[in-house]
């Protein structure tokens, strides 16, 4: 499955982003997918995930301010973002575990003044 994610840019704080990530198989409804999130030189990290039933999941720092949903008739996942903190900016992946798991490219947060 291929995923292609955008809606990343600059912000600054305290302001909302919405990243839509879109998948190329119409299976990706029927499998779990998520937002995660990666800092130079670190690990990618979970920041939010949905299954196909809708049933939503979120890291401590994503609880509360981000939200995560999806339209599994056109193939996508979009994470809600408010009040962005400098300690946000990240590069932001999309993930599916359809088809034994697939990657997007990423897109770049920045939060900034």
């Known amino acids: 499955v291929q995923l292609e994610e955008s809606g990343g840019g600059l912000v600054q704080p305290g302001g909302s982003l919405k990243l839509r990530c879109v998948a190329d198989d119409n299976i990706f409804g029927w499998f779990f997918a998520g937002w995660y999130r990666q800092f130079p030189g670190k690990q990618r990290d979970f920041v939010a995930g949905?299954?196909?039933?809708?049933?939503?999941d979120y890291s401590d720092v994503a609880r509360g301010r981000f939200t995560i949903s999806r339209n599994n008739a056109e193939r996508q996942v979009f994470l809600q973002m408010n009040n962005l903190k400098p300690e946000d900016a990240a590069v932001y992946y999309c993930?599916?575990?359809?088809?034994?798991?697939?990657w997007g490219r990423g897109t770049q947060v920045t939060v900034s003044s």
């Open positions: 949905i299954d196909s039933y809708g049933k939503e």
């Open positions: 993930y599916t575990s359809a088809r034994g798991g697939s």
